[in-house]
C-alpha cells in the first residue's frame, strides 16, 4: 500500500507443486448370446497450487481458498473427481425376421465436485471476504474460541458449531487445526442414460434402417429427484473470493487472550442445484439411420 495508485500488484510464478495419479479398474464381458455388459471404477488423486478459474490474475489469485494467500500450497484440485463408477449394460435380439432389436443402459455414478469451508467475512483483513480457510478447535468446551452470546452456564451457539462439524466429515475430521482447502466434496451423483434401437426394413434389397431412441439422464424422466447435480456454489461477487467454498461462521475479531471470536450463523450455506433455471433435467433424441 505503499503507493495508492496501484491496486493489487502481482508477481505470477511457474511451480512445480500439484500432480494427479489416476488408477482405473474395469471387467467387461464381450456380447455372447445377446447379452454384454461391463463396470469400471476409476479413483483420481490430483492437487494444485491455483485452479485458474479466470483469465485474469488478480481474480485467479482471488479464486482460491487459503490460510496464507502468497503461500504456494498443493491442494486437492477443485475438478478432481475422486471416485467414479461407471457400468454398462447391452441386450440384443432378433424379434422380427432379421431385424435386431436392441436395448442398453450405462450408469454414471461420482462423487460430487471438491469444495472448501471458509469464514463467511474476511478474517485476515485482505478486504476479501469468504477466502479464508476455517479453523476448528480441539473439541467442545476447550476455549480455544470464544462464541460471541454463550456464557460460563450458556453454552448454546457453541453446541450449534459442533453440531455442524460433526454433521460434516471435512469439518470435523480438521479438529485441532485449520481446514484444508477442497477437503470437502459436494453429493454424490447418479445418472442413467438409455438407448432403444430396431432395425427396420429399407427401400430397395439388401437395404436397411435402425431407429433409435436414445434418453439422456433417464431416471430423472421417472422422478424428478432423481439424476439431479447439487453443488456448492463459485464465490465471484465483488469483494467475494475463495472459489468453490461454504460457511457458517463470521469472525467478529480476537479477544485479548488472542482468540478468534466466532458468530455462528443461523444457517449453514446450502449446495445449489445446477438444474434451477427451468431448464430439463432429461433429453430424448430421435436418430435414424439408413444403410445401403
Known sequence: L??????????????????????????????????????????????????????????????????????????TSSYA??????????????????????????????????????????????????????YIPTAFGSGEVVFVGDTATNRANEQRFWDVVNANKGLHGSAGGVVKRNNSTSEWVNTFDVRISQEIPGIFARNKATFTLD?????????????????????????????NARSFVDVAGIDAQGRYVYVVRNDVERQDLKQSKGESQWAIQATLRYEF
Request: net charge positive.
Open 2 to 75: 505503499s503507493n495508492r495508485s496501484y491496486n493489487n500488484v502481482l508477481v505470477a510464478r511457474a511451480t512445480d507443486k500439484g500432480d494427479a495419479k489416476v488408477i482405473t479398474m474395469s471387467l467387461s464381458q464381450p456380447m455372447q448370446k445377446g447379452l454384454g455388459w461391463s463396470v469400471s471404477y476409476t479413483y483420481t488423486d490430483a492437487t494444485e497450487v491455483s485452479p485458474l478459474t479466470s483469465s485474469v490474475s488478480n481474480s485467479n489469485f482471488n479464486g482460491r481458498s487459503v490460510f496464507n494467500p502468497n503461500e504456494e500450497v498443493a491442494a
Open 81 to 134: 473427481i475422486k471416485n467414479r463408477v461407471n457400468a454398462l449394460l447391452n441386450f440384443q435380439k432378433k424379434f422380427f425376421d432379421n431385424y435386431n432389436t436392441r436395448f442398453g443402459i450405462f450408469y454414471e455414478g461420482r462423487e460430487g465436485r471438491p469444495y472448501s469451508w471458509t469464514f463467511n467475512n474476511d478474517m485476515n483483513g485482505d478486504n476479501l471476504a469468504g477466502n479464508d480457510l476455517m
Open 215 to 243: 434418453f439422456m439422464n433417464f431416471g430423472n424422466l421417472l422422478n424428478k429427484k432423481w439424476g439431479r447435480t447439487e453443488e456448492v456454489g463459485f464465490n465471484n461477487g465483488s469483494g467475494v473470493g475463495g472459489g
